[in-house]
Structures are given as C-alpha cells and as structure tokens.
C-alpha cells in the first residue's frame, strides 16, 4: 500500500471530520419544535397575553407530586423587578450582585474579575440579568407548601432586610446576608445568603419558626428562568460552538438538555445527590441540592422561556417548632477546583465532549506545569514536548519507516515505470521490495491517528477551559482562546507543514505530490481561525517532528550506505 496515500486519506479524512461537525452544528436537522402547554384562552378584550417567562415564573412547584396550584397573583414582569427599590446590593472579592426583596431571589450578578473584552476591563461578566427580556436570566428560591393562595416565603413573597448594602468586609472570609419574612399566622423565615472570600459558591439557609398552633409542611425549591435563542454557529467566532442552555447529574451520568426536544422539555425526574445547571461559554450558574435527599428535578419550557426546577422533600415544621432548608448556588467562571468542591463531579459542565477521557488528564497536566512556569503558552509548548517524548518511540518506529521509503523511492518509481500497463504487477513488485528492505509503509500513519485525539482534545481544552480565557502568551498573542489577530502562527505553522511534507518521502504519483504540496496551504486557511492556543501546539508538535525526522533520515541514509558499500 502506497504510504503517501494514507497520509492523504488521513488528512482529508480529519478535515472531512471537522467541516461534517461544523455543518451539523450550524445546519443538522433541528429537534422537535418547542411545544407547550395546550393554548391559553383568548386574553379578553383590552388584556394583552402575559409573556412566556411570566407564565413560567408565576407557577409553584409541587411538593406532594400533584398538579402544580394555581397562581395566586400576576409576577411583576422582569422589567418591574428590576425598576424597584427593593434590592440588596452585595459585594465580594469575586461577586457583584443584587438580591431583590420581592422574592429574594437574585436579579443581578456580575462577576468582576471577568471583563467581557479584554481591551475594555471596566464591563464585567454578567450572568444573571433581570433587565430585558431578551436577556432574562433569574435565579428564584424559596419554601413552598404547594397549597394554592396559601401565604408563604416563596419567590412571590415579599422579604425584608436591615440594610440595602452588604460588603465583605478586609480580612474577612465570609458575609451573611439574611432577609426575613413572616405571616399574621406567627410563621416566621430567615433566608440567609452565605458568601466567601474568593469562592463562587454560595450557600442558601432557611430558618423556619412556627409559633402558630398547626403544623405546617414546607419543601424547599430552587430555580433558574431563562430566555434562550438558538445561537448560529460561526467559524470566526469559536465561542458560538460552545453549549448554552439547560444541563443535570443524576447522580449517575451528565447530560445537556435540548429545549426543542420534546422529551427534555418533559423532565421530571427524581435524583439523589445531583445538580442543574444553566450553561453558557466559560461559565456556568448551576443550583445543587443538599445531599443524601431525594430532589425532583424539572424542566419546564414556554415560547423561547425556560425553567429548570429542582423541588427538594416536605419536612414538617410542627406547631412551636423550627426547621432548617439549605441548599447550594454556584455563579461563576468553570474553574475546575471551585467546580470539584461545589458539588459532585460539577466540573463536567466543563464541557470537553465525547474525548473527556483524554481532556481531563490533558487539562491536570497543563494546570500542573503552568503552576510552575506561570504562562499558558510555554506551559502549551512544555506540554507538547512531554506528550511528543511519551510516543518518541512509536514516532522513532514510523520515522524510520519513513525514511526508508524515501531511500527506495528511486525504486519504487523505476517500478511504476516498469509496470504502468500492469496495476496488479507493479502492486506485487512493490510489495515484494517493501518485504525485501523490511518496510512497513502502514507504520507511517500511525503518529497521525494517534495524534488526532490529542489534537481534538487539546481543542476542547482551550475552547472550555475558563483558566486560559484571555491568557497572554507573549508578543501580539494576548488571548490564547481567540485566534491570532495577526495570522503569523498560522503562516508558521504551514511553512513548517510544508518543511515536513519535504522531509517526507515523495509520492510516486504527481497528482498526489500536488495534492500534497497543497495540503499546507488548505490547513493553514483552516487554523487560522482557530485559538492561537491550539495552532501554538500544532505548530511546535510539527517543529518537534521535523527535527525527529531530519535525524532519523541522516541516520537511515548513513546505515543504507554502510549496508551497500559492504
């Protein structure tokens, strides 16, 4: 078998790969249109239909497993919220967010060690956004009882709190922010918010007083209501290829959720041990239960809305007697450790893909080396090198393999010219002469397929991993996830894939040396929309092959001339 041949069919084989799941991305046959509940009546005359985030915000879940009960009065649209006076304003070392009373849920979080352009660090990261419609993203809590026009601390009731400005304080490790609420019946809640110093997560207690005469059964809820646009894919922006909706653990597997299809909209699912999460490019918001309980988890979608619900167990608060809820919010960047702490295997939401087997351990290495050397780029560059010494000697195998096809090449084409009217002799005399000089040419592809993996692992890695988002390398490379603004370690790149495709041994064929000779210029068109990161590890992967194979070639020439001159 022609070696050049698999080296081209491996090649386009891999280009055919990456252009297929792009297409998909972009134009695949979409899921099932989004369904909803069956129409609502006509609104009557002069009432205009409430939106779809309104609709969803104004249910309470179940807590007994029945219907959900009806809405006991119209939510404030997102607008209002936001428009009122009634916020908390809490500041961290990494959080900047407003809790509203109306609710005391979250309306606002910023996250100001994040801008959203590097060049302009003054506009932070926001994740939750109450602001638009287009932009609705709230995180709700509270306790329910499931019993409709009841009064209750849920994410309608109205809360209060001693001041309206909470900042963790120098030297500080922790802020509590409590909001109260209470009935005319003597039932009594402390919700307390719980931040630390340079963390994400943030603990969410309930403390139930009942000083009525008649027990009361609650259940805790969390939820996030988001708006959500199918986002159209773009090869010049590679943040568009990266998940954004709804995603759960189990407790057993991780799984993104399609707010098309109609099974996922359909979620009801009790988990043990779980979380949800809304997920995003970088960040993640993700709520998770406590521990050790059983939780309902639930997606409800409306319209271009949805609501991903998790409703945790009833717990009787008795007459005279008190009872604690808690329950965990992470909000923030997918730093790995934070992740790992927040909730069991939380880092997932990480998302490396199907290769997170390679990408994981990729990504531990990378964190480890950049420890030490402190820059992402030369940790890149350091990190290849140590991946090209564990396959030296696999590469060293089909090095020489190489090689030795470039030393019979003159051969092989006498050969070919032999036997251009006989395919079947010239196939069994080139054989013959590959047994003869004991050379393998499958052996020659094998550093390829072998890369490959790692290739499109170390792609995740750059395109998910939160740590290198922004990450300066040196020069004109300040941001190793986007892709170089300049093209230069594109170009680089090719030259050197074309420095190689000259070290290799020539096809026979002279379409296959063009299509060859061509295949630079085609990957360099293609990498150069890809993150800088990546092309920096192509590139110094194909250096290190270079001159692995310029020393292996000196060293086979020299053994073929000791060889004939004996």
Not at 54 to 64: C, F, G, I, K, Y
Not at 423 to 451: D, F
Not at 504 to 517: E, G, I, L, M, Y
Request: with cysteine; glycine share 6%; net charge neutral.
């Amino acid at each position: 078998m022609d070696q050049q041949r698999i080296f081209l069919w491996v090649g386009l084989l891999l280009l055919l790969w990456l252009n297929v799941d792009a297409w998909m991305k972009d134009y695949g046959t979409p899921g099932a249109p989004v369904t909803t509940a069956a129409p609502a009546a006509p609104a009557a005359p002069g009432q205009s239909t409430p939106p779809a985030s309104e609709v969803l915000a104004d249910e309470l879940p179940s807590v007994t497993g029945q219907a959900a009960p009806a809405a006991a009065g119209p939510l404030p649209a997102p607008n209002d919220i936001t428009a009122g006076a009634d916020r908390v304003h809490v500041t961290t070392d990494v959080l900047d967010l407003d809790l509203s009373l109306a609710g005391g849920d979250i309306v606002r979080a910023e996250l100001p060690q994040y801008p959203r352009q590097k060049d302009d660090p003054t506009i932070p990261v926001r994740l939750l956004d109450a602001e638009s419609e287009d932009a609705l993203f709230l995180f709700q809590s509270g306790l329910t009882s499931g019993e409709a026009g009841r009064a209750e601390p849920n994410h309608k009731a109205q809360f209060s709190a001693s001041g309206t400005v909470y900042r963790l304080a120098a030297g500080a490790d922790e802020l509590q922010v409590p909001l109260r609420w209470s009935d005319a019946a003597g039932l009594a809640v402390v919700k307390t918010y719980g931040f630390h110093r340079g963390n994400y997560a943030v603990d969410i207690r309930y403390r139930v007083t009942n000083a009525g005469a008649e027990p009361v059964r609650l259940a805790s809820y969390a939820q996030f209501l988001r708006h959500w646009e199918e986002q159209k894919r773009s090869m010049f922006n590679v943040e568009t290829y990266a998940f954004r909706g709804p995603a759960i653990y189990d407790g057993e597997s991780y799984k993104k959720l399609n707010v098309k299809d109609k099974e996922d909209q359909a979620l009801s699912k009790t988990v043990t041990n779980g979380w949800v999460a809304a997920m995003q490019h970088h960040f993640v918001s993700a709520i998770v239960p406590t521990a050790g309980q059983a939780w309902q988890y639930e997606l409800r979608v409306k319209d271009r809305d949805f609501l991903l619900r998790v409703v945790g167990p009833g717990q009787v608060v008795p007459a005279g007697g008190s009872a604690e809820f808690s329950e965990s919010l992470f909000i923030g960047p997918k730093l790995q450790k934070q992740l790992q702490a927040a909730g069991p295997k939380l880092e997932l939401t990480a998302d490396y893909g199907k290769l997170t087997i390679l990408a994981q351990p990729l990504f531990w290495i990378l964190s480890k080396v950049h420890g030490v050397v402190g820059n992402w780029g030369w940790t890149i560059i350091l990190v290849t090198i140590l991946i090209k010494a564990v396959f030296y000697k696999l590469a060293e195998t089909s090095g020489r393999s190489m090689a030795k096809m470039r030393t019979v090449a003159p051969r092989l084409k006498a050969i070919q010219e032999r036997y251009k009217d006989d395919r079947e002799g010239q196939a069994r005399a080139m054989m013959e002469l590959y047994k003869r000089e004991k050379i393998n040419p499958v052996a020659g592809c094998l550093p390829v397929v072998v890369q490959i993996p790692f290739f499109l692992a170390f792609y995740w890695v750059l395109l998910e991993s939160v740590e290198m988002r922004q990450a300066p390398f040196m020069g004109w490379i300040q941001d190793l996830s986007a892709r170089d603004p300049y093209f230069v370690l594109p170009i680089l790149m090719g030259g050197a894939m074309f420095l190689q495709f000259k070290l290799n041994p020539t096809p026979p064929d002279p379409v296959q040396a063009k299509v060859f000779a061509f295949m630079p210029v085609v990957m360099t068109a293609m990498f150069m929309w890809f993150p800088s990161g990546l092309v920096l590890y192509w590139l110094t992967n194909t250096a290190l092959s270079i001159a692995q194979q310029w020393k292996i070639n000196r060293v086979v020439e020299a053994e073929d001339k000791k060889r004939r001159s004996s």
